[in-house]
């Protein structure tokens, strides 16, 4: 069985200006409230799509390309399309994280009435951490998903990045 | 206006979390995976629980698969423009493909919710 590391770099986080958590937090309250607003106004229905809108997915996305580039020019080379490339893999995680998306709203929406909440809420939270843990696995092993990896595999390169 | 204010603190608090977590993760790709994170659905529902009871959290949760389809639907294309189209890459900034895919989500989830609410 095949042993991938995951590991965690507590320095990333000097790394983000302060802005760029203050646009994460106006984008996660103000989906919030909307979602909120919808439910209250269209009924719960309506509202339910929008616990599961991409609200900071086009920032982080962006965030990845651009701090790959600053990388890239400080060494004075141009980072464009590697930083493409490297928000491009952060999107295909983002696909497999949708998959552990819905296995989280059908945890809830199949156990909420009968369970106490607070145990729904955590349990549904780990369906999603093992749904995507599991498919990330599989993606980055023999049973990969091809429709994701460039056909010049560039990618690979900057993928453990 | 209270309630909205209360909504806004928990859903902003929860993404930067989230987001947080996907800064200190490596590799980029398993990063990923924060960016459909339950940030916003477990702020929402959280809420929603307290303020509407288990039977209105259970219909939200219900709609959230689908909101969760298409938020699949709209990762995937923005993965299958940025890693396998040289020239859309090319010409086009992250964020415009990023921004502009959201058309995706609403159609792919407004499309979906209405298939369901037919039947």
Redesign the interface.
């Known amino acids: 069985m095949k042993l991938l590391k995951v590991e965690i770099d507590l320095s990333a986080l000097k790394q983000i200006k302060w802005y760029e958590y203050a646009i994460r937090f106006l984008f996660g309250g103000a989906v919030t409230v909307t979602a909120g607003l919808i439910a209250k106004r269209w009924g719960p229905e309506l509202g339910g799509l929008f616990l599961a809108f991409p609200a900071i997915f086009p920032a982080s996305v962006t965030l990845v390309d651009k701090k790959e580039k600053e990388k890239k020019a400080k060494a004075g080379i141009d980072g464009t399309n590697r930083g493409r490339l490297l928000a491009g893999l952060d999107a295909a995680g983002a696909t497999l994280g949708s998959l552990g998306l819905i296995g989280f709203a059908i945890a809830v929406w199949t156990l909420i009435v009968d369970h106490p909440a607070w145990l729904v809420l955590l349990a549904a939270t780990f369906a999603w951490m093992f749904i995507s843990g599991v498919l990330w696995y599989l993606r980055k092993t023999k049973y990969g998903l091809r429709i994701f990896q460039s056909r010049h595999h560039q990618h690979q390169d900057i993928s453990s990045h | 206006m209270k309630?909205?204010i209360f909504?806004?603190?928990?859903?902003?608090?929860?993404?930067?979390f989230f987001?947080?977590l996907?800064?200190?993760?490596?590799?980029?790709?398993?990063?990923?995976?924060?960016?459909?994170?339950?940030?916003?659905?477990?702020?929402?529902?959280?809420?929603?629980?307290l303020a509407?009871g288990?039977?209105?959290?259970?219909?939200?949760?219900?709609?959230?698969?689908?909101?969760?389809?298409?938020?699949?639907v709209?990762?995937?294309f923005?993965?299958?423009?940025?890693?396998?189209h040289e020239s859309v890459?090319?010409r086009f900034?992250?964020?415009t493909i990023?921004?502009s895919s959201?058309l995706v989500?609403f159609s792919v989830?407004?499309g979906a919710?209405y298939a369901a609410?037919r039947r």
């Open positions: 309630e909205m909504r806004f603190v928990v859903g902003g608090t929860a993404v930067c987001s947080a996907g800064d200190i993760l490596k590799p980029k790709s398993f990063a990923g995976l924060l960016g459909a994170a339950p940030s916003v659905a477990l702020a929402t529902l959280s809420l929603t629980l509407d288990k039977n209105y959290a259970q219909i939200e949760a219900r709609s959230m698969v689908l909101g969760g389809f298409a938020f699949f709209y990762a995937a923005v993965a299958w423009l940025l890693v396998r890459r090319k900034s992250v964020l990023a921004s959201l989500w989830a407004l919710f609410s």
